[in-house]
């Protein structure tokens, strides 16, 4: 069977805690593992804009060992409405494995229906899994575990980051806290699997729309921009209701005393987040960015590791 990545919930509690154990490893030895040796080719497909995860897979495939192929899908006939499937079938003979930021998670979940090397979601509208599992490694780099500790989310509660906190964080036995205005609540299905995964993980979530009501107590605040990628046209509407969720040093201040700050990045200072805030004490976004590539690699290896495909090379 291959194993993708598609969502925060395609790792299993046991599965996640060591790729996390496996992205420390590889931080401390960072050419110490090369599972793309050879070197085998790892297709990144980027259809929205990106610096980090295109930064971090690139030179992450490179420290496998690999070599990577950055494509997007304007410059390929995917563009052209060549068929996903007849995509599949031809990266397959050619990519060890693809990772994809693209729109739609229903087009990422068809090309993982019809591939048999593993498929990596980098970004969709629902999802950012990878994000998750590098925010994930920073924590517990901070707080020394991860089980029972308080994460809370202030900003679009519908969006991709929202989601991948609800099942990475609840898979992780976090309590997540998602603050946001009404009309930006979590997908409600979303949120039934988090509150399922975290009755079996003794974690939790809860959504509010009481910025201070999230960030009570945290040992964990973090944001993201109001407008994602695609939504540009929003961006006047979203501004006033999303104003009272700014992380501030007020809002900072109903946290825990050693809460750390979390943002996936890019960061629109004096919107989401104060420029206070983000560049203050309290902020470990550079240790997140960076992290991005040790948790990637760590997946990739796990991916490689656990699925039979026989791979372009063994053909
Ligand atoms: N956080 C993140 O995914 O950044 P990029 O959009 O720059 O890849
Ligand atoms: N929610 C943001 C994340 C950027 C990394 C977006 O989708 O644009």
Redo the contacts with the bound molecule.
């Keep these: 069977m291959t194993r993708h990545f598609l969502r925060d919930d395609d790792l299993t509690p046991d599965e996640q805690a060591r790729v996390l154990d496996l992205a420390d490893d590889m931080k401390k030895d960072r050419f110490g593992h090369r599972p793309l040796a050879g070197p085998r080719t790892v297709a990144l497909i980027f259809d929205k804009?990106?610096?980090?995860?295109?930064l971090s897979f690139s030179v992450g495939v490179a420290d496998l060992g690999g070599s990577p192929l950055v494509l997007d899908s304007g410059s390929t006939q995917m563009g052209r409405g060549e068929p996903l499937e007849d995509t599949a079938r031809v990266l397959e003979r050619q990519v060890a494995a693809v990772v994809w930021r693209t729109f739609a998670q229903k087009d990422l979940e068809t090309l993982a229906a019809h591939i048999s090397v593993p498929v990596v979601n980098s970004?969709t509208d629902e999802f950012?899994p990878c994000?998750i599992l590098a925010d994930l490694q920073t924590i517990r780099e901070h707080k020394g575990s991860l089980a029972g500790l308080t994460l809370a989310y202030l900003g679009d509660g519908a969006n991709n980051m929202a989601h991948s906190y609800l099942l990475g964080g609840a898979t992780a036995g976090l309590h997540v806290r998602v603050g946001a205005p009404d009309g930006y609540r979590p997908d409600p299905g979303v949120l039934a699997r988090a509150a399922r995964i975290a009755e079996r993980t003794g974690g939790s979530v809860a959504v509010t729309t009481d910025p201070r009501e999230a960030a009570d107590g945290a040992d964990v605040l973090a944001t993201d921009t109001w407008v994602s990628m695609g939504q540009e046209d929003e961006a006047g509407d979203r501004e006033a209701p999303f104003r009272p969720y700014i992380v501030d040093t007020a809002l900072l201040s109903a946290a825990a005393p050693e809460a750390i700050v979390l943002h996936?990045?890019?960061a629109y200072r004096g919107k989401e987040i104060s420029a206070e805030v983000i560049d203050g004490p309290r902020s470990v976004v550079w240790d997140e960015a960076e992290n991005r590539r040790h948790a990637q690699k760590a997946l990739l290896a796990f991916l490689l590791e656990s699925s039979d495909a026989p791979g372009p090379e063994q053909r």
């Design positions: 804009p990106s610096t980090r995860t295109r970004l950012h994000q996936c990045l890019p």
